[in-house]
């Protein structure tokens, strides 16, 4: 489990960066290791280095809007649902079922019908 809850009630998170990707994120060390005040930020710094790992392993550039933030439905497509069906998005080890994850694909294609 990438987060931790200290001794002294902060939140560590530790991920693995592998070891082809190092050289380009700048940085010698297995793992990215940070503390956090609450678990939400933790949460959030996660899904951000996840994103970045994600985007220099493929290479893929993804639009932006002109103030600079992604677009919700490009961060859907290309970084969040893989995350999702491989267990990445929650706290757990252990990956959504089958069944959630096809409710999960037909919720959102519903709000994209609206």
Do not use: C
């Not at 592998?18 to 793992?31: A, D, I, N, Q």
């Amino acid at each position: 489990m990438p987060i931790t809850k200290t001794k002294s009630n902060t939140y560590q998170l530790k991920v693995y960066i592998p070891s082809e990707l190092r050289r380009k994120l700048g940085t010698k060390g297995t793992h990215f290791v940070r503390r956090y005040k609450t678990r939400k930020e933790a949460k959030l710094a996660e899904i951000d280095l996840l994103t970045k790992l994600h985007q220099l392993e493929t290479g893929e550039a993804i639009e932006l809007t002109r103030d600079g933030s992604i677009l919700f439905s490009d961060f859907y497509k290309t970084v969040w649902w893989e995350a999702y069906q491989a267990g990445q998005t929650t706290s757990t080890i252990k990956p959504a079922s089958k069944a959630t994850i096809s409710g999960t694909e037909i919720a959102f294609r519903n709000l994209k019908n609206k």
